[in-house]
Each structure stands twice: as structure tokens, then as C-alpha cells.
């Protein structure tokens, strides 16, 4: 049994064109945020995984986030059935995080935050729970999975979207992973996320738990829990691509993230009964962070990231939001971590009727954070 908790102090301001009102905010503390886990070994080699939310900014109230069934022998069918292929073989099957790409790794998942340098995930947070299965092999450092979900976040028989429930989508990934030497250690992986027809994408909008940038770029009275995202809203027939370069030499580390999109959105009806076609779009990510760990046992750390989002439809102009955060963290106990971060946002590309037009965010945040 295993759990987090994670409290913010946020002093962050924010400002547009003024043609479209922003909501006011100030300086304070953020709603605590809890998870509880339970890993439980059921047999020899196989092991069930389950997250709940205690506390969240979408929901106060507890909820769970998903888990998964674990298999990585089969002795419990018989002592030494396929022992030399299982050796390097898991088999991961449930309503689980989906392993697309790396950068899901180091992110915060609601209370759980205590392996994200920084108090920020990224601009487009490529984070969801299908229900699905996924294979893997490893072996001397080489990393292949590959896995199927139904591409959908909430489950449900009720017809819907052109009549249907929702299809497939496809999950791979490729890499390798090695400590060269003892200083050394580098990781490379590619990873693909395909849909065929989905009612809609939940890949960058599945995180229930919110963003950790409270009410900035938000209308009045607004409830929006994503505040500081970009979300595609891509509808079907999406295609992400997402590549994570890691080397750590020494305290020094730096992780990188090259992200394609692309997709379009569902045709529409508008109110006097014209058709409003499909539209193409593309979205391109790009994100570098430098961190350095030092002191004894690299409790002590300083960074920076920068991200940019680059998006396109066929329909407007370009629109792209930057991203920069300096941050540094010191390690009180490995389970306990407080973390200071400088984070600025700008938006570029927005229409006058947009709230995002000539937007901008800044300021400071204070993180505390317990995992167990």
C-alpha cells in the first residue's frame, strides 16, 4: 500500500488583449491533492496494480483512476510453462495509464509528483486510461511493446457518434536503454499511438485530475480543471507520433520530447442546418529540460525546460503557445520533495474573439510533495 499528497502555493498573474475578460485570481494555497495505491502480488509473477484518486481539482471526492493485471511468469498455470521466454516477456491487461511515450513517466498524476522536476506537465499533456492490453520485451537493454485499447475513456454501450461505440486504437513502442558505464546512462524510444474511428480523442484531454496552473487563462466563474493545456480536439482518424531522447551524465541529465499529431475533427450541423466539414489539422511538440542533481545522494537539484506547441488546421492561421520554466527541488528524505518553480506562458496566433489573444502567464509556485 502506497500513497502521495501534494499541496501548491500558487502566485501566479495573468493578462490578454482585453477584448475577451479574464477571471480574477490572486495568491494562494491550491486544494492538497491525495492518491492511495495498493500493489498486490497475487502469485508468482503476477500482480495487480490500483490507483485511486483521494483528492483531486476535478473532484474532491475519491474516485479511481484505473489499474492493470500483470503477468511476467506462468507459473501459477505450471512450474516452468515458456520460463525462457517470460523471462524477457510482460503481458499487462485493464483500465490503465497507457504507455505512450516517456514523457508520462516524469509527469505529475495528481498527487503523484515526486518524479516531475518541475510543478508544470507539459503545454499538450499526452496522458490517458483506456481499457486495453499491452505486450512487451526487453531484453539486453532493447525495448518493444506493443498493445490495443478500445479508445475510449469512459466506458459505455449507448450508441453514439455516426452510430457507433467507438473503435480500436494502437499503441507501439521501440527503444533502448543502457547504463554505459557507471556515469553514463542513455535511453532513446519511439512511440505511436494510432486510432481508427473514436467519438473522440482522449489522448491529451484524459486527465481528470487537472492541470497544476489554477484558474490561469480562465474565464470568469469558469470551471475548466485543464488551465494552461492545449488540447488538439482531434475527433478520429488521429495518428501521434512521440520520440524521447534521455542521457544522464553524472548529476547532469537532460530528457527531450518530439511530438506529431495529426487528425480532424468530426463534420457538424450548424444551427440554421448548414454542414460544417471536417477539418485537417496538425500539432507539433518540442520540449528540452536540463536538470542538475547534486549534493549527497543528488538530493539537490536545479533545472529548466522549455516547450513550444506549434498547431495548424485548415481552417485558420497558425497558432503557437511557449512555454518556460526554471525550477529547483531539494530532496528532505526520498519520499519527501519541496520544489520551487518560475514558470511564463505566451500565446500567439489568436483571434481578437479568442480569450487566448496576446495571452500571457507568469509568476511563482511552491510544491510540497510525500510519496510513499
Known amino acids: 500500500m502506497g500513497g502521495s499528497f501534494a499541496l501548491q502555493f500558487q502566485a501566479l498573474e495573468h493578462e490578454n488583449s482585453g477584448m475577451v475578460p479574464l477571471g480574477e485570481i490572486g495568491y494562494n494555497f491550491n486544494l492538497p491533492t491525495a492518491n492511495l495505491d495498493l500493489d498486490v502480488a497475487l502469485a508468482p509473477g503476477v500482480r495487480m496494480h490500483l490507483r485511486t484518486y483521494l483528492s483531486s481539482r476535478h473532484h474532491p471526492e475519491p474516485y479511481v483512476k484505473g489499474g492493470y493485471f500483470q503477468v511476467d511468469g506462468l507459473d501459477f498455470i505450471k512450474p516452468g510453462l515458456l520460463e525462457n521466454v517470460m523471462k524477457y516477456t510482460t503481458i499487462r491487461v485493464g483500465q490503465m495509464e497507457n504507455n505512450y511515450g516517456d514523457a508520462h513517466f516524469r509527469r505529475t498524476d495528481n498527487a503523484q509528483a515526486i518524479y516531475n522536476p518541475f510543478v508544470g506537465n507539459l503545454i499538450m499533456d499526452s496522458f490517458t486510461t483506456e481499457i486495453g492490453a499491452e505486450l512487451y520485451y526487453q531484453r539486453n537493454g532493447f525495448i518493444s511493446m506493443i498493445g490495443v485499447t478500445n479508445g475510449k475513456l469512459n466506458q459505455s454501450v449507448t450508441e453514439g457518434g455516426n452510430g457507433k461505440t467507438g473503435g480500436a486504437s494502437l499503441l507501439a513502442k521501440l527503444g533502448y536503454d543502457k547504463q554505459v558505464t557507471e556515469d553514463i546512462r542513455v535511453r532513446l524510444t519511439g512511440s505511436l499511438y494510432n486510432t481508427g474511428y473514436v467519438p473522440s480523442l482522449y489522448l491529451y484531454s484524459a486527465d481528470r485530475a487537472g492541470s497544476r496552473y489554477y484558474s ?86 536545479v533545472g529548466g525546460r522549455y516547450n513550444l506547441v506549434d498547431s495548424q488546421y485548415d481552417d485558420r492561421d497558425d497558432i503557437s503557445i511557449q512555454r518556460f520554466q526554471a525550477s529547483a527541488g531539494w530532496f528532505m528524505t526520498k519520499n519527501i520533495l519541496a520544489k520551487l518553480e518560475y514558470v511564463t506562458q505566451t500565446y500567439d496566433g489568436y483571434t481578437e474573439s479568442s480569450i487566448f489573444n496576446d495571452g500571457k502567464f507568469d509568476g511563482v509556485m511552491f510544491e510540497a510533495v510525500i510519496s510513499f
Open 216 to 301: 490561469v487563462m480562465e474565464a470568469p466563474g469558469s470551471s475548466g480543471f485543464r488551465s494552461g493545456r492545449y488540447n488538439p480536439d482531434f475527433k478520429n482518424s488521429v495518428t501521434a507520433f512521440m520520440i524521447n531522447p534521455f542521457v544522464k551524465f553524472k548529476g547532469l541529465e537532460f530528457f527531450g520530447t518530439l511530438e506529431s499529431a495529426s487528425g480532424a475533427t468530426n463534420s457538424s450541423v450548424s444551427d440554421d442546418g448548414t454542414i460544417i466539414p471536417r477539418k485537417e489539422g496538425k500539432t507539433q511538440q518540442y520540449a528540452g529540460e536540463l536538470i542538475y542533481r547534486f549534493g549527497q545522494n543528488e538530493n539537490f537539484y
